[in-house]
């Protein structure tokens, strides 16, 4: 007689909105600032916009310069009017900025909340933009240039974990980089602070594409998942974009979508570097990308590891 299998369910839904009524509707207090503000509207009147540097997720980033100092900032300003979810992201990388102090995590000089609902996050700009940038306008990079970017993420991931905050968000576009090759992390709105070590972390945000396997399926990917792995993932997954100029999981030149990368993600074998990659590049690459969350090496392993080793003797 043949054996019949039950089918396993994989827990692939999407979770219910929270409650609006979970909103912060408190003022969270101001990280220190090297503005010295008298008050708010004094403030904001100090800075002229320059330019627009992008637009999205309910408000708009602006090049600002300070009227009296001259010094040139980055302004995320998120409008009153936008919906629940974006305000409780903002007060969550409000609350990420007062508690970040590091070279490897973009600066917060200021944040201000003007009467109309408003709210204004005055961060270090950061004057080549993005790694996505880059790697859209100058095509791949070396492996040298990986392994000093490598580097420098993994000591911005070193500080945020170890003060148990995780970023959940890792990709090339937020990821900030600086005529110097500095690079930095920003954009904390979906990352969560981990009230105990082993505090689950699986809801689904931040960008699908770079979501680790247990994010989307817990139940089999997460044997003592300890929260943290998932930026690991990230990373690698950035990396090896970096290096072949595309979407790891996807062909050149294809439009991902939520299925499509689920199932990759899932159910297909990670991605591996070109056979040209030197062995030091693919060997950290799959330590970054192994699909169970605890055989993934840590931030403290990775920052060993021979590939890590040459982008710090670069920088000698």
Not at 106 to 125: N, S, T, W
Not at 146 to 161: E, R, S
Not at 172 to 198: A, H, W, Y
Not at 226 to 234: E, F, R, T, V
Request: aromatic residues 8%; glycine residues 6%.
């Amino acid at each position: 007689m043949a054996l019949v299998r039950e089918r396993r369910q994989l827990n692939l839904r999407l979770p219910l909105p929270e409650n609006t009524e979970r909103r912060h509707r408190f003022p969270l207090p101001l990280p220190p600032t090297s503005l010295s503000a008298t008050s708010t509207a004094q403030e904001i009147d100090r800075l002229e916009k320059l330019q627009v540097l992008g637009h999205g997720n309910g408000g708009t980033v602006y090049k600002v310069r300070h009227k009296t100092t001259q010094a040139i900032y980055a302004l995320k300003v998120v409008h009153g009017d936008s919906d629940a979810t974006v305000r409780r992201q903002i007060f969550r990388e409000m609350d990420i900025l007062r508690r970040t102090d590091s070279p490897f995590v973009v600066r917060c000089h200021g944040i201000f909340e003007k009467p109309a609902g408003d709210i204004a996050i005055l961060m270090e700009y950061m004057d080549s933009g993005t790694l996505d940038t880059l790697l859209k306008n100058n095509a791949t990079f070396s492996e040298p240039t990986l392994a000093k970017i490598a580097l420098q993420v993994l000591n911005g991931l070193n500080y945020l974990h170890a003060h148990k905050i995780v970023h959940r968000d890792i990709k090339p576009s937020n990821l900030l980089v600086n005529q110097k090759m500095e690079v930095k992390i920003s954009d904390f709105g979906v990352s969560k602070i981990m009230c105990r070590t082993l505090d689950p972390c699986n809801s689904y945000v931040g960008t699908c594409a770079y979501m680790s396997p247990e994010r989307f399926d817990p139940d089999t990917y997460g044997v003592n998942y300890n929260g943290y792995a998932g930026d690991i993932w990230s990373l690698g997954l950035t990396l090896l974009e970096l290096y072949m100029g595309h979407f790891p999981f996807l062909p050149a030149g294809q439009r991902p979508d939520w299925a499509t990368l689920m199932c990759a993600i899932c159910f297909g074998e990670p991605p591996s570097s070109p056979e040209e990659a030197s062995e030091e590049f693919r060997s950290f690459v799959e330590c970054c990308l192994q699909k169970e969350s605890s055989k993934r090496w840590t931030v403290s392993e990775l920052l060993l590891h021979p590939f890590v080793s040459m982008g710090r003797r670069s920088e000698e």
